[in-house]
């Protein structure tokens, strides 16, 4: 049945979502980053962790998946989770130019000219800079997972 009732193909048969593993190790990383940060790409790939040891089933976990994929809280988590990690590339940058013996000045324009997603200004930089110092102190686990790097010591490369 439709979704109105009506006979056809059924809204649950689409094809499903893949499930992904990130750079989580393990259960423990994912829930730690789900109930710390509320990071939504923790409980994709938790399910995929137990889709992979056998404890739960592919169908159940992408379905699952889907679910949350078009709910309206998993893409507020999602933004804010993309926005964070914006946030730490910025600041991983600003590391980078301050070990160079750049000033912050200097360090948030070079990092400005860096950063290639889109034009970006300066004090945007220094926004993103002072927002992860704070949130670091406050929740350390919501950079604790990072496509590019694990920890703010060893900011990501750029080409």
């Known amino acids: ?46 399910l995929a962790h137990c889709t992979m040891d056998g404890g739960m089933p592919r169908w159940l976990a992408s379905a699952v998946v889907r679910l949350l994929w078009n709910s309206r809280r998993y893409g507020r988590l999602l933004a804010r989770h993309r926005s964070d990690l914006t946030d730490f590339d910025r600041y991983a940058a600003v590391l980078r130019f301050r ?10 324009q070079a990092a400005a000219d860096v950063d290639s997603r889109r034009p970006v200004t300066p004090f945007a930089i220094e926004k993103s800079y002072k927002n992860v110092l704070r949130r670091l102190g406050a929740e350390p686990w919501r950079y604790a997972i990072h496509p590019s790097s694990s920890y703010p010591d060893d900011p990501p490369q750029q080409e």
């Open 99 to 108: 070990k160079q013996g750049m000033t912050f000045e200097v360090a948030y």
């Open 1 to 46: 049945m439709k979704r109105d009732g009506k006979p056809g193909r059924a809204w649950s048969k689409q094809p499903l979502p893949e499930l992904e593993v990130q750079c989580f190790n393990g259960l423990d990383a994912c829930r730690d980053a789900w109930e710390s940060a509320g990071n939504p790409k923790a409980i994709q790939s938790a």
